[in-house]
């Protein structure tokens, strides 16, 4: 047995054992990142640079067809433009990464590396921008970002990042709460419709929203170990960073204005998502849409006659619609095969061998049911598409079904912290939206306000962590 | 008139006048590009970063194509790997930004953020090659890289510009080789079909060559001034890298040695190539297969009936095949909206007004011969498609023309030095391969060694500028 071959028995740790064992093993065998010399920055490895891709090419289609301009901003922020807008200054500057020196000289100035990019943005826009008839502005950027975190774990917090942050600048307040809400969705739908994740979407508490905006919408997702993932955030920004930069426009009524403005962001914390909210003991379970394989072709007795021609006609017909490997490496046998495909989370696989071939069949197993059947090889590229669609679906329906399991009432402090030590997951209950009971709850518990959902329910009328009148309701969860 | 006419009617410097400022005056006009509050790295607008992401789509595809997978690696690299590689600190350590602090902590070890990849991804290349079985390495970036740069100009030369960088690992020198070649061809090929700029391949001098490498081979553009630009690289590394990383891996053989290694890069720098090889005194001149928009259509006395919703139709029907703009603007003439699309360099305009419409037909304009002809509204769609194509080919042959034309011989150092004087452009000659020649004729003239061209010619048997026994025959310029 090669070494290869040893690396890969050695098992998984069974996610009911060690949740972030599981989550570690998942991620190193499955070739999605590396950890690289600089602490906390990663290497996203092939596999897991292609996840991204699938999810980039989606939300940047849907960015173009909300009338989305891409372009690109200095990577450097010089302090004195980070610190122009208060709150965000505060925010960012204990996790920002300074430059000192360019070549040989020290510089007058020290450059951030940039942890978002609302101030190099805006400080261009205040160039840019002259009249009502220039807006909206609707930019979006896709690149990296740098915030020194002290303890990091790969995707879901890492002291670089991959990114798209959209900036936009709008004539009203409306318009810019419009366009906040517009994003979100597109958020929403990409999670729901290509990640096969289910979200809550809301708004965020003042304590928890994005340093410098007026209002903070998130999805927040629920991982397998009943802790939620904040996976994508929109902000309306008002005029608070259009002030500060005084960016101006002459309106209609001849009158210098400050426009509104948004920004919103997802990364590839997104991927952490992913394995968590679908991946098994076997390791990852990828959702057909962004599974940079859908199909794996592994013949059996591939020496003998016909087998590798009848496993390559297959695959050059299958590669026409579906992305597909056909696994003809000479050095491991289809067993061991079996386990590394379905541990890289590939959704189906078809097997060929001789007595397939004697049947005019395939065996096609599917990643989510672990399900195995014979499919005749004229139906194959049919059943294909079928089971692709199926598998989507499927996995939205157990995010779902696992989410609602896993969502809970409480009307105590108490049974909040009953729930989260037997049982973590989400928790709906009325809350008085006062900071001190947050600071309270979170102190006590860990657990954050995740939302104030836009779908509301009555739970009753006072808090029930401080006994205050209750002024709406919350979703409560720990966090990554 | 309100202020962006104003802007609009100064005219752009003609090339013939200042070079530099119509450079200069055609990329700020024409919104491609901002410099920014940090001196040296610029804005790249969405009209510039439209073109790239042409230009990026037609690589990635033909990197996947020939077996290429995308990666990410860390912006940050640690001093001490920069320094692994002797020759390769020497060249970037004088123009590399240094990260010093992590939000509020000094860091004990300096970071630089990434002026190239090869030392932080041969770190990487040293855990993950065990074996021959492993090989080859075929990984790409797409990512921004820093280079502190003391006079710089947009895409030419900036201090932070975007790329892409292959980085691959072979069993033999023979198939890096290869591969270093074959990334040249695909550059050349993106050159000349999709940016229709003829290139000249060959290898670059001892002196040019990259910081590190065994070999360079480098693509050469003229342009419309007579200077060169290098367009896009291909190193052969050889082993000088795998050695100083302790790469290696067991061989066939039972033995452990160091792969051989290549890698390649273009950059944002290619756009400005495009300005400066198609450009007019009217402005920019874009190749159809990149140009953000190929066809604009501009409605005339759209007040009148029908002329809108004309137009809209034919806007309807093209945008299924090209990119379209139609331009409704109501606070603008024709005539400003004819002077802008030119100025932006879009391939086709198409005019449509009453008459044209009584007439069943509209007016096509070709950007490129500045020509324009009636055509039936029956036939538009056919004949947008057949103009594009015609326009891409034609651009092609005339900048092979202006380079064929602005190519010389030369015999003696005089000939060079009274041709980079009176009419700059390639000089073809032969050359002894010596450093000391190299330095004087750069000392004397300002003129490099471009490449030793894969197509050599023999045009005598002494070197020119030094008298010594010529080895080679070499493009000499003055370059960007
Ligand atoms: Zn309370
Ligand atoms: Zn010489």
Not at 94 to 108: D, Q, S
Not at 134 to 143: E, I, T, V
Not at 348 to 374: C, H, S, W, Y
């Amino acid at each position: 047995m090669g070494k290869k071959d040893k690396q890969f028995v050695s098992e998984i740790t069974p996610m009911e054992v060690d949740f972030p064992q599981w989550y570690t093993d998942v991620i190193r065998k499955t070739d999605l990142v590396d950890y690289s010399p600089v602490k906390g920055f990663m290497v996203i490895k092939p596999y897991g640079y292609a996840i991204w891709e699938n999810i980039q090419q989606h939300l940047d289609r849907r960015f173009k067809e909300t009338g989305h301009k891409n372009c690109y901003f200095p990577l450097l922020i010089p302090e004195s433009l980070l610190k122009k807008e208060a709150e965000h200054v505060e925010g960012f500057a204990p996790e920002v990464a300074w430059v000192t020196h360019g070549g040989e000289e020290k510089l007058a100035e020290r450059l951030c590396v940039r942890p978002t990019s609302e101030t190099i943005i805006c400080e261009m826009y205040s160039k840019w921008l002259k009249s009502y008839r220039d807006l909206p502005f609707l930019y979006n950027q896709w690149c990296s970002v740098v915030r020194w975190e002290k303890s990091t774990r790969p995707f879901l917090r890492t002291s670089e990042f991959l990114w798209q942050e959209g900036h936009t600048l709008h004539e009203t307040y409306d318009e810019a709460q419009d366009e906040t809400i517009q994003m979100l969705n597109i958020y929403r739908e990409m999670a729901e419709e290509v990640l096969a994740i289910p979200v809550v979407i809301g708004q965020k508490s003042e304590k928890e929203k994005f340093a410098g905006a007026h209002a903070t919408y998130t999805m927040e997702a629920l991982m397998h170990d009943g802790k939620a993932l904040q996976a994508g955030t929109s902000h309306n920004l008002a005029q608070h960073f259009t002030t500060a930069f005084e960016i101006t426009f002459l309106d209609r009524d001849g009158e210098l204005k400050h426009p509104y403005h948004t920004s919103w962001g997802v990364s590839t914390r997104l991927i952490g998502g992913v394995i968590m909210a679908h991946g098994d003991n076997r390791g990852l379970v990828l959702p057909p849409k962004i599974a940079p394989t859908q199909v794996a072709i592994v013949p059996i007795a591939s020496h003998k006659g016909g087998v590798m021609e009848k496993a390559m006609e297959l695959y050059s017909k299958l590669k026409e619609s579906f992305r597909v490997e056909l696994d003809d490496r000479e050095n491991y046998s289809p067993g061991w095969k079996f386990n590394e495909w379905e541990m890289k989370g590939v959704p189906l696989r078809i097997e060929i061998g001789p007595k397939d071939i004697e049947n005019n069949q395939v065996m096609l197993f599917r990643r989510d049911t672990l399900e195995k059947e014979a499919v005749s090889l004229e139906s194959i590229h049919e059943a294909v598409g079928q089971q692709l669609e199926d598998i989507q679906n499927n996995l939205l329906l157990k995010a779902m079904k696992m989410r609602d399991e896993k969502t809970y009432y409480v009307k105590s402090f108490d049974e909040l912290k009953e729930i989260m030590e037997k049982r973590p997951g989400f928790v709906k209950a009325m809350w008085c939206e006062e900071r001190s009971c947050e600071d309270n709850i979170k102190a006590e518990t860990g657990v954050t306000v995740r939302c104030i959902p836009f779908q509301q329910e009555n739970l009753g009328d006072s808090c029930p962590f401080c006994g205050k009148p209750a002024k709406t309701m919350a979703y409560f969860a720990k966090a990554y």
